[in-house]
């Protein structure tokens, strides 16, 4: 029987060389591992982000559209207006509205009164427990959205100042910055506009723009 002779073993070049191409087909199965969560984690936030901001528009719109021409008392025992809102208004948008679901039956109306508001980046939502408020009558806070940039309103007075070009860009020359009370007639409340125009600039969305058509009556 012929002899094998002693067993041949690796070298150890081929040995590095071995763990060379090992180390490099793990680095490369890593980096696609990497790409493939990194990927699948800004896809998911993106999602997130875009279900906050739906979210956010859902409420704001049932907010304006269910507006109802109901006047309060505020804190300082003034009446204000049924919604106001702008850069010279007290808050950036104010409203009454409609809607507002008792299922515990509680001894309280219908109605609401709802404020909207931008502060340091994030976009925040109140409500008030009672329409008419006394002194020392606190609401009820909820930040709804971040990275706002930018929260804005106009107001539109009647339907017969729309307009738009040919392009259906709608001209906005005549819509209002503010709806507020006129301090000379405080006893004289504007009732609310026809439609309410909502800018809002998201960070890494850009700009969104919404009108509303608001109840009648």
Do not use: C
Not at 54 to 81: A, C, H, I, K
Not at 120 to 139: C, I, K, M
Not at 177 to 182: F, K, T
């Amino acid at each position: 029987m012929r002899d094998k002779g002693p067993a041949r073993g690796f070298t150890l070049v081929e040995v590095l060389i071995a763990m060379a191409i090992t180390s490099l087909v793990a680095v490369i199965a890593f980096s696609g591992l990497s790409a493939a969560v990194s990927g699948a984690e800004s896809l998911l936030g993106a999602a997130s982000r875009s279900h906050n901001v739906q979210q956010t528009l859902g409420l704001l719109s049932r907010d304006l559209r269910q507006v109802v021409n109901r006047p309060v008392v505020d804190e300082f025992g003034q009446l204000s207006p049924a919604l106001s809102g702008g850069e010279l208004a007290r808050t950036m948008l104010t409203v009454t509205r409609a809607g507002w679901h008792n299922s515990t039956g509680a001894p309280r109306s219908a109605l609401q009164r709802v404020q909207w508001w931008l502060e340091e980046g994030t976009l925040w939502r109140g409500y008030f427990p009672v329409l008419d408020r006394a002194p020392g009558t606190e609401a009820i806070e909820t930040p709804v959205l971040e990275e706002v940039t930018r929260f804005e309103v106009r107001f539109l007075s009647s339907l017969d100042l729309v307009d738009s070009d040919r392009n259906d860009v709608i001209d906005r020359r005549d819509w209002q910055d503010n709806w507020i009370a006129d301090l000379s007639q405080p006893d004289l409340l504007p009732a609310p506009p026809v439609a309410v125009e909502v800018v809002l600039n998201i960070a890494s969305l850009g700009e969104i723009r919404r009108t509303y058509v608001l109840p009648s009556g």
